[in-house]
């Protein structure tokens, strides 16, 4: 199956710093991918939808200037937390399809400690 | 509005036994339905998924999921469960193929000798 890989797997830093994360499709190209935020026992949420090539679409309630996503090329997409504050505190998961297919394959997931 | 629910927040079976997780769906056409399973501190893997056709659909690791119309559902099965199963299983089904996929809350499954 097509693989999804994210980079770092976690990363602690300091409140007020800004972390990058990295989703990549491994072995396909993915017009579109997904940024998803999960709490401890909670399911995933939402965050925003990246477009190659074009702005972001943020979901409902999500700050897209505090979460900055870039979708340069049709195998990657980051996310950049800037000004990181310890309610950032989560585990981001990025999803892909690829392009024409219909389903998603997951990154593993990046945690996040904001201390 | 289009959603995915899993009444069932927590499950325990003892190894061996069978499993069967819920899931109910609200969609006015048929739509695209997955399940996914995420061990502690990593991401989803996909389990199996229905599009269209034998509405019995076998996945990885001996799990299989029937589609049911007229229940609105897509419940996952397995007739024997193993310790290495424990993990949480994910609900989830797109309005449509390249959209965002609209997860269920969660079944944690926990499995015991």
């Known amino acids: 199956g097509a693989v999804v890989s994210q980079h770092p797997s976690w990363v602690i830093c300091k409140s007020g710093t800004s972390v990058k994360i990295e989703c990549r499709s491994l072995?396909?190209?993915?017009?579109?991918m997904f940024w998803y935020r999960q709490f401890p026992k909670q399911s995933l949420m939402l965050m925003a939808t990246?477009?190659?090539?074009?702005?972001?679409?943020?979901e409902q309630g999500v700050e897209k200037d505090k979460f900055l996503i870039n979708h340069a090329s049709l195998t990657l997409s980051t996310l950049t937390v800037t000004s990181a504050h310890p309610e950032d505190s989560s585990f981001y998961i990025c999803?892909?399809?690829?392009?024409?297919?219909?389903?998603?394959?997951f990154g593993p997931g990046t945690r996040l400690t904001v201390l | 509005a289009q959603s995915v629910t899993q009444p069932d927040i927590h499950i325990t079976v003892s190894e061996g036994a069978s499993l069967e997780l819920r899931c109910n769906y609200s969609?006015?056409?048929?739509?695209?339905l997955f399940w996914y399973v995420q061990s502690p501190g990593q991401g989803l893997q996909l389990l199996l998924k229905?599009?269209?056709?034998?509405?019995l659909v076998q996945g990885i690791k001996g799990f299989e999921a029937e589609f049911k119309r007229s229940q609105s559902s897509f419940n996952l099965r397995k007739p024997s469960v193993h310790w290495s199963d424990a993990a949480e299983y994910f609900c989830?089904?797109?309005?449509?193929?390249?959209?965002?996929?609209?997860f269920g809350k969660g079944t944690r499954l926990s499995v015991i000798a």
């Open positions: 229905y599009f269209s056709g034998d509405t």
């Open positions: 969609y006015g056409a048929t739509p695209y």
């Open positions: 999803s892909a399809p690829p392009a024409g297919g219909d389903t998603q394959y």
């Open positions: 990246s477009n190659e090539g074009s702005k972001a679409t943020y």
């Open positions: 989830a089904g797109p309005p449509s193929g390249n959209t965002p996929l609209v």
């Open positions: 072995d396909f190209q993915a017009t579109t």
